[in-house]
């Protein structure tokens, strides 16, 4: 669980190296800003006799560069800005571990960029340019070569600071806003890297008025700068050598791969109520996905970073739950992160549930879009098993083209659906993200389709439902007799859900159901992968939104059919028989689990989905025509008041 097989190893020697050089920028530099404005004065700060702030002029050993010095200097000393402690003249400890990581990252960051200048052939340039002799030809390549080296110098320094620091100071997750960074240099890594702390500087003197906001404030300077080197680096040239390979440092247990946040592996601090799957009644097939879907998480293999369900097509890396209020959503949501929380208690794997609420929606510009970044980022995390909940997403994420959605709506809409199924997705089966709504016909159709798997939860269905569920809910201060009636046993969970997924064999919606009656009619049987394309373009033509994602989705769906695997409960209660084997032998014993695709597990998945496709759709239409007709009755009131008005 501690190391990949693809990452190199940074030795403690060559970080220590730059131990020197890392402490005296700590400790002492003068920096003209040439992007930022000053936030506030940086005064010096007051110490007491004795104690001194070694103010040393650092001049860069890096061969080939000659730092920029400018005529109005401003001084900057973080070690001064951080140790300052009120009136107590000792560092407190908590002040001293961030200095120790500051300058960890620093030295880590120095490292880093060593390796890619000697790989790309940069350090020679820097030695050709210092003794005179750089070919005019390659003026070119040495400038973007510097520009890359100064991009990964400071990636890494933000990177590792946030990561070093997220172990010691569980409240930053709260953080600060300290606006954006600005003063980002590319000419060189040194000058890059002053750049950066003289306004970690500005940012300490403004924002850090306590021990905790000095955590704060530190971590969220690293992730606003993250994100925007990130961001440069995206369209900036000579990466490839760095983004191609990936380093560990094995003594913090950090990794840098690209442009790619490194986060803490830590669980996160559950504050519900779990539910154990027989207090769930109804809602069937949602429960049985859930609770195959929980053990499936733990088939996740730390050293490999994948998980074999993942790799045979049978993993939900994103699901919609959809029910009318009361019907159990949150429940669920209770009962699967009670399940994966005490798998993994037992593992020993840690285990991060997030959800995403209406309080991440924020008026400043690109702040919503932060907290969702934030959000997404804590549950991918490959070092953890993640469970994201994204509640009321009706509320939450805005649907393109409406008047009434908000910015901030609008933000978490583009990054939920470049996160679910974008461009630089990875779906490495460690976690799992669920939508809920009661009113998923309001959720922007493109996001809605990113969900592989839709949970219809309906609540209790049959009389035995009802009976059971009124049992549950009164507890046991009562005399009041059962009656004839075979408690819980109706949720016997794998007779209900092959009734319910047998139900599926013929449409339920009555739009569905035409589409389907006709295509019959027609081609007769639907027995072969032709008709059952005719049947797919059939529905198409109902509901243009039926595209080639839908598909994907059906047949996702049905390949976790085929994965109908119930992994025994003795494998989640003791580890050694399954979640601490190989990962090749993990694979072999669920492979020999699997059964073939079938002609009726392909039909029933075309129509559960094309179901909640057109229930969404008739809801959506329904609630137009319904605030249309009231708009017209209104104007009609209007006209109607008028008219009296003027006779």
Not at 44 to 68: C, D, K, N, W
Not at 403 to 426: C, H, Y
């Amino acid at each position: 669980m501690n190391k990949s097989q693809n990452l190199m190893e940074l030795t403690e020697d060559q970080i220590r190296a730059h131990y020197a050089s890392a402490l005296a920028m700590l400790d002492g530099f003068d920096h003209t800003p040439r992007i930022a404005k000053a936030k506030s004065p940086v005064t010096a700060v007051e110490r007491s006799p004795g104690i001194t702030s070694r103010r040393s002029q650092f001049r860069s050993t890096t061969p080939g560069l000659v730092t920029q010095r400018s005529a109005r200097p401003e001084g900057v000393n973080l070690i001064a800005s951080v140790s300052a402690n009120g009136d107590d003249p000792l560092t407190s400890p908590a002040r001293a571990t961030i200095l120790q990581s500051l300058r960890r990252a620093l030295a880590v960051a120095h490292t880093v960029s060593d390796l890619f200048e000697e790989q790309t052939g940069l350090a020679d340039l820097k030695r050709d340019n210092l003794a005179g002799r750089l070919a005019s030809g390659k003026s070119s390549e040495f400038s973007e070569l510097l520009t890359a080296s100064s991009l990964i110098s400071l990636y890494v320094f933000a990177n590792m600071t946030r990561f070093l620091l997220s172990a010691h100071a569980p409240e930053m997750e709260h953080g600060v806003e300290i606006g954006e960074v600005e003063e980002i240099l590319t000419d060189n890594r040194i000058d890059a890297l002053h750049g950066a702390l003289w306004e970690l500087d500005q940012d300490i003197a403004s924002f850090a008025d306590s021990e905790g906001k000095l955590v704060a404030v530190i971590s969220a300077f690293s992730e606003k700068l993250m994100e925007k080197i990130s961001l440069r680096a995206s369209t900036a040239p000579r990466l490839e050598a760095f983004q191609s390979v990936a380093y560990r440092v094995e003594a913090d247990d950090f990794e840098v791969d690209g442009f790619k946040p490194a986060l803490k592996a830590r669980s996160t601090r559950l504050q519900m109520t779990f539910k154990k799957p027989n207090e769930v009644v109804g809602n069937h097939i949602a429960k049985y996905q859930a609770m195959k879907l929980s053990k499936m998480l733990m088939a996740y293999d730390f050293e490999r970073k994948l998980n074999p369900f993942a790799e045979l097509g049978g993993f939900i890396f994103t699901f919609m739950g959809d029910g009318m209020p009361g019907t159990g959503k949150t429940t669920l949501i209770q009962m699967m992160a009670g399940l994966i929380s005490e798998y993994c208690k037992v593992a020993g794997y840690p285990f991060r549930f997030q959800n995403l609420s209406t309080e991440s929606i924020d008026s400043y510009q690109g702040k919503s879009a932060q907290n969702a970044k934030a959000f997404i980022n804590n549950v991918i995390d490959p070092g953890v098993i993640g469970f994201g909940t994204i509640d009321d997403i009706d509320q939450l994420a805005g649907k393109r083209g409406d008047r009434q959605s908000s910015a901030g709506q609008l933000e978490i809409t583009a990054v939920l659906m470049e996160s679910f199924a974008g461009a630089n997705t990875v779906v490495r089966g460690n976690c799992t993200f669920g939508m809920f709504s009661n009113y998923p016909e309001n959720v922007d159709d493109a996001l809605r389709q990113r969900a592989g798997a839709r949970f219809l939860v309906d609540g209790p269905q049959t009389r035995e439902d009802y009976i059971d569920i009124l049992h549950l809910l009164m507890g046991k201060n009562h005399t009041i007799p059962l009656g004839e009636h075979e408690l819980f046993a109706a949720q016997e969970i794998k007779k209900t859900v092959a009734a319910s997924f047998q139900s599926h064999s013929r449409p339920h919606e009555d739009g569905l159901i035409r589409v389907f009656e006709r295509v019959h009619a027609e081609i007769g049987k639907l027995d072969t992968i032709a008709k059952l394309g005719t049947y797919l373009k059939g529905i198409q033509q109902a509901d243009p939104r039926f595209t080639g994602r839908a598909i994907k989705n059906i047949t996702d769906a049905v390949k976790v059919r085929a994965m109908d695997i119930e992994l025994p409960d003795e494998w989640m209660e003791n580890p050694d028989l399954f979640l601490f084997q190989e990962y090749d032998r993990k694979m072999a014993m669920l492979q020999d689990m699997m059964q073939p695709i079938t002609i009726e597990m392909l039909i029933q998945e075309i129509n559960r989905y094309a179901d909640s496709e057109f229930r969404y759709a008739d809801k959506s239409d329904e609630i137009a025509i319904d605030n249309a007709v009231r708009d017209m009755q209104r104007m009609e009131e209007a006209k109607r008041r008028y008219l009296e008005g003027r006779g």
